[in-house]
């Protein structure tokens, strides 16, 4: 029964918040889904989180970032170990600290909004075209998010749409439950 509400109500709030942005807009999903996750987590106010590009980036705490940090951030994760095993056999740390600096918010800061953009570079475990694809994309999607976010009305929805989420009682899940289960539930919005 919770699974068809959340279903029903995530379909809503998808096409309540289409009306903010361009067909087949990039960051739409993500925007939904970090959304979300923020009202449950911080239950912080929407507009500050999606507008505070350090949540998504983190710049100078992943430039800081010392060799062993790096290379035990690719060592713990077996799959990125695959994807980059010869960057690791030759201890490049160069092309390493690049990639990493790109995968370490997706990954280890497991921020929801670039989950939700490279969902499926994560699921089929394609960690170089998420390094390709990250600034290009993570632009469009902003880019897009302050398009939306001037026209009238945005903010108030996607907050009302998040105080409804929390009405659903969502919020007694643990956050990795929840994200698991909201990972589940997008795909069949």
């Keep these: 029964m919770e699974d068809k509400i959340l279903i029903d109500y995530l379909k809503q709030a998808k096409k309540i918040l289409s009306d903010f942005f361009p067909a087949e807009a990039t960051a739409l999903l993500p925007v ?10 911080e239950r912080a106010e929407v507009r500050k989180k999606v507008l505070d590009l350090k949540v998504w980036l983190e710049p100078g705490m992943i430039e800081n970032k010392p060799d062993d940090f790096i290379l035990n951030f690719y ?6 170990l695959v994807a980059y095993e010869e960057e690791m056999k030759k201890s490049d740390l160069k092309a390493l600290r690049s990639a990493f600096k790109r ?4 990954i280890g800061l497991e921020d929801p909004f670039l989950q939700a953009l490279f969902a499926a ?7 170089r075209r998420l390094t390709a694809e990250f600034s290009s994309r993570l632009e469009k999607a902003i880019s897009e998010i302050r398009a939306a976010g001037n026209r009238p009305g945005f903010w108030k929805e996607l907050e009302r749409l998040c105080g409804g989420f929390l009405q659903l009682g969502w919020a007694l899940l643990s956050e990795d439950e929840v994200r698991r289960k909201l990972k589940q539930l997008f795909s069949q919005v």
Excluded at 121 to 127: A, Q, T, V
């Design 103 to 106: 995968l370490y918010p997706v």
């Design 75 to 80: 060592k713990s994760r077996p799959e990125l």
């Design 32 to 41: 939904l889904f970090a959304s979300l996750i923020w009202a449950l987590k």
């Design 121 to 127: 570079e994560l699921e089929n475990h394609d960690y």
